[in-house]
Nanobody, 125 residues
Framework: VQLQASGGGLVQAGGSLRLSCAAS????????MGWFRQAPGKEREFVAA??????????ADSVKGRFTISRDNAKNTVTVYLQMNSLKLEDTAVYYC?????????????????WGQGTQVTVSS
């Protein structure tokens, strides 16, 4: 089972990036999908999540109003997007996509069964 994250890079403060995460629909079509990030020396933190249908979305306070999570449930592939606007220096981190089944707190990393490899986002001044 694989999650492939992509789209990271170097961007100036105030700029935008869109992250993508591709996953097998066979496994993930019914999963809640999340994005987390981890900066050097810090714990992994919740960024955003979207339920299986895409109609319910959840955000950390630090990104609310700037980031948008969405998903495309195609026949074979589930793709989860994280549109990041008005990027700040403090958004610099490795971003991970993840998949969670069942109930439980979607903000807690240990609730997620599957993780992608991470993609680096660096915001410069």
């Amino acid at each position: 089972v694989q999650l492939q994250a992509s789209g990271g890079g170097l961007v100036q403060a105030g700029g935008s990036l869109r992250l993508s995460c591709a996953a097998s629909a066979r496994t993930f079509s019914s999963y809640l999908m999340g994005w987390f990030r981890q900066a050097p020396g810090k714990e992994r933190e919740f960024v955003a999540a979207v339920n299986w249908s895409g109609y319910a979305t959840y955000y950390a306070d630090s990104v609310k109003g700037r980031f948008t999570i969405s998903r495309d449930n195609a026949k074979n592939t589930v793709t989860v997007y994280l549109q990041m606007n008005s990027l700040k220096l403090e958004d610099t981190a490795v971003y991970y996509c993840s998949g969670k089944a069942g109930t439980g707190d979607y903000t807690i990393p240990s609730q997620y069964l599957y993780w992608g490899q991470g993609t680096q986002v660096t915001v410069s001044s």
